[in-house]
Structures are given as structure tokens and as C-alpha cells.
């Protein structure tokens, strides 16, 4: 199965939501996410949100001093919890 996994994402080339991949692959959401974590841990997906400094992206850069700060900006969004194949290379 997680060879599965991974065949799915490198087929497809875009991003996937857990749910979407989770009908893909017939797999329960709470055990695929299980099974892509154990992938994270083996090296073989990357989690892009840990790369990150914050899950959250202003889109107002223009607010500068005056930002309240990501949990009450208006115009901060919730970025999607992504990850990514780790290259053969690496």
C-alpha cells in the first residue's frame, strides 16, 4: 500500500487532498494519513508545512507595523497541509 501511495502522487503531478487520495486509493482518510506520516519518517515524502515558518499566508503585505499578527489578521489564510515526493537523487 505504500508503494501505492506513492505511485498515486508521482501519477498525478498535482496536489492532492487527503481525501482525494483517500478515495483514490480506497484507504480510510485516518489510515492513509498514518501511512503517508510513516513515509515522512522513512524519507520518502517531504511534509511542506514543516518546511514553512507558519501554516498561515498574509495577503495583505501592505499592513507592515500596524499587522495584528497571524491568529486575528483579516486577511491571513490557512495554507493546505502539503507534502512532497523526495527525490531518487537525494
Do not use: Y
Not at 498515486?8 to 498535482?14: N, Q
Not at 487532498?17 to 480506497?26: F, N, Y
Not at 519518517?41 to 514553512?52: E, F, I, M, P, V
Not at 491571513?76 to 531518487?88: D, E, M, N, Q, W
Amino acid at each position: 500500500m505504500l508503494n501505492r501511495i506513492l505511485e498515486e502522487i508521482e501519477r498525478t503531478g498535482s496536489v492532492l487532498s487527503l481525501d482525494e487520495l483517500s478515495r483514490r486509493l480506497e484507504v480510510e482518510p485516518g489510515a492513509l494519513e498514518a501511512m503517508i506520516n510513516h513515509l515522512v519518517r522513512q524519507g520518502k515524502l517531504r511534509d511542506d508545512t514543516r518546511s514553512t515558518t507558519s501554516p498561515l499566508a498574509c495577503k495583505a503585505p501592505s499592513c507592515r507595523s500596524s499587522c495584528p499578527g497571524p491568529a486575528t489578521c483579516p486577511f491571513a489564510t490557512r495554507l493546505p497541509h502539503t507534502f512532497s515526493l523526495v527525490s531518487k537523487d537525494s
